[in-house]
């Protein structure tokens, strides 16, 4: 019963979440641009220039701005609720009779939504710059289905510290320094092989990486010619999915509680 009356209160949140968006479109607009910025600025600027050996830069490329984009769009729940704890809305959250977990299941939930119209745009964007999926409608479901389960589990990072730090703008720089050099020291815009030694070792590991080349799988953006496909022999590298799919979980044991017990502890600012 707690946990139906969470996802009950919960639902209210998000909608409360989801009118806000409409009401400062703004906010929609500058989430959507900057992918939309990045296709079109490496498609076209940056694709002469990056060799992938067997597949085409801009379907290589897709994958790789997916994974960043869901990544950053998480942002957006540590900064929602750095905001309501600013205006002392999460006081107000508190003392009305609802689930102390439903305020942070409700932003989660609502970000994610937020990132499936992201990922929609997203993906219209590279039909037109030339992206194609060759798999399977299941196997590319799957694919659009990973990015949104690494994005909410991401979420709950991000719910932790916006209630840890003290402003919006101390979430946005934290997070910009953070996640800028892991979503970069990726194979999200270069493949592996072109990276230094020592940090191509820790790209294989990398997260990022993982979900960059398991969506890279799921979508067939990888060459036909096995032997021109990535051959790094790191466990995560030969099973992206499945090592995409365990940080997750991995991620969801750990911030879920963390971020609820935070949001005990806040206190308007």
Not at 235 to 264: D, G, K
């Amino acid at each position: 019963m707690r946990a139906l009356s969470a996802l009950g209160d919960g639902a209210v949140v998000a909608k409360r979440n989801l009118i806000k968006i409409k009401r400062v479109p703004d906010l929609l607009v500058f989430t959507t641009l900057q992918p939309i910025m990045f296709v079109l600025l490496f498609a076209y600027v940056f694709g002469g220039s990056i060799n992938v050996p067997g597949v085409n830069y801009r379907e290589f490329l897709m994958a790789g701005i997916f994974a960043q984009t869901v990544v950053f769009g998480a942002t957006l729940t540590g900064a929602g609720l750095a905001d309501d704890m600013r205006k002392g809305i999460i006081d107000r959250f508190r003392s009305l009779p609802m689930s102390r977990s439903a305020v942070l299941v409700g932003r989660t939930l609502s970000d994610v939504l937020n990132n499936v119209l992201v990922v929609m745009v997203m993906s219209l964007t590279g039909l037109v710059v030339g992206w194609r999926i060759h798999t399977s409608v299941p196997e590319a479901l799957a694919g659009f289905g990973l990015l949104l389960l690494f994005s909410y589990a991401f979420s709950w990072v991000m719910a932790w510290v916006g209630l840890l730090v003290p402003t919006v703008e101390v979430v946005n720089n934290a997070a910009f320094i953070v996640l800028f050099p892991v979503t970069f020291a990726a194979s999200t815009f270069v493949p592996l092989q072109s990276l230094p030694p020592a940090l191509q070792k820790f790209a294989e590991w990398n997260p990022v990486t993982a979900l960059s080349e398991a969506c890279r799988q799921l979508f067939g953006n990888v060459p036909t010619d096995p032997s021109l496909r990535n051959t790094s022999d790191a466990w995560s590298i030969q099973h992206p999915v499945s090592y995409t799919v365990l940080w997750a979980v991995v991620i969801l044991v750990v911030f879920v509680p963390l971020a609820t017990r935070q949001y005990r502890r806040a206190s308007t600012r």
